[in-house]
């Protein structure tokens, strides 16, 4: 038997054509690209690439790249598009995204990001994300800095020694929170946790900030990225809003970070860490909230 591929106009009698539903929907669909500007910003990070995503899920990557390389750049120009780069990178370790970190860290070293300053973003994220989750994005920069002809160990960036790093530790994590905080953490810390502070100034600050290869304006950006990306960080997220101002970042440069991090990111951690950054550094408008008495 076949199917019948009409019916009777119960007016007319006369046989209509109907068809499939799914037709229907086809004929409605319309080729979906990325506009221009986003299509020029995308050419200039990913020269001659096109994505398998645009073929699939065209539709998808249309709103994604209009607002991540076109909508969200608009609220960024004022931060260089290495930094965005290098922040984005950061905060692609904070969520654990090692295969969009291989795609986007191509593009930073296509517009300039050096070998160096790639390795050094992933060395910031060890004492803040944990060794556990950038082990990955440690060898995923390697294979990309091979593949693109770069010998490997690079030349060191170590400033200190076992001997030096916690006295020089503690005297540049002084420099960055504040005399004032770094005593009361060791103040208020209990005996039996003492051991943790030390640590910190230690391998957090003597073996980390004390690297050459990044200025520790940018290494605290990095840190402010990847601390919004971890989720769950809020009071790090506040202690390093403080720390990038007393390095010289300024509110107007978080918020340009955060809004770059917004397509990567997702709001809800967007949102908690803008709140952690009203908190420390309201804008300059905002109102201060009344007393309810």
């Known amino acids: 038997m076949g199917m019948s591929h009409g019916s009777a106009d119960p007016g007319t009698g006369e046989a209509q054509s109907i068809r ?23 050419e200039r990070l990913f020269p001659g690439h096109v994505s398998s995503l645009a073929v699939t899920d065209p539709e998808l990557i249309e709103y994604f790249d209009n607002f991540a390389f076109d909508e969200v750049l608009r609220h960024t ?30 593009a930073a ?8 300053e790639a390795k050094e973003i992933v060395y910031q994220a060890v004492p803040y994300a944990g060794m556990a989750r950038v082990f990955d994005f440690l060898h995923a920069t390697n294979e990309t800095l091979t593949d693109r002809g770069v010998r490997l ?23 960055i929170v504040g005399d004032e905080t770094v005593d009361a953490l060791y103040a ?36 402010f ?13 506040r202690g390093h ?10 509110r107007a440069t978080l918020i340009a970070v955060l809004t770059g991090l917004l397509p990567f990111i997702g709001y809800p951690r967007t949102l908690n860490a ?15 909230p009344k007393e309810q008495g």
């Open 20 to 42: 499939p539903p799914h037709r229907v929907l086809e004929a409605a669909v319309t080729v979906r690209e990325p506009n221009e500007a986003a299509a020029a910003a995308h």
């Open 77 to 106: 120009s004022d931060l260089p598009e290495r930094t965005r780069l290098m922040t984005q990178l950061a905060a692609m370790i904070g969520v654990g995204a090692v295969a969009e970190y291989r795609i986007m860290l191509g």
């Open 109 to 116: 070293l296509t517009i300039g990001v050096t070998p160096v």
């Open 153 to 175: 160990p690079l030349e060191g960036r170590s400033t200190t020694t076992p001997a030096t790093r916690r006295a020089e530790g503690l005297a540049v994590q002084k420099r």
């Open 188 to 223: 208020n810390a209990p005996k039996d946790e003492q051991h943790v502070q030390e640590l910190l100034s230690a391998n957090c600050f003597g073996d980390h900030y004390t690297r050459t290869g990044l200025d520790v304006p940018t290494r605290e950006l990095l840190t």
């Open 225 to 237: 990225a990847m601390l919004a990306a971890l989720g769950g960080a809020d009071a790090q997220v």
């Open 241 to 250: 809003v403080a720390a990038n101002l007393n390095v010289g970042n300024t």
């Open 274 to 288: 803008l709140s952690a950054l009203d908190a420390v550094t309201p804008s300059p408008g905002a109102q201060a």
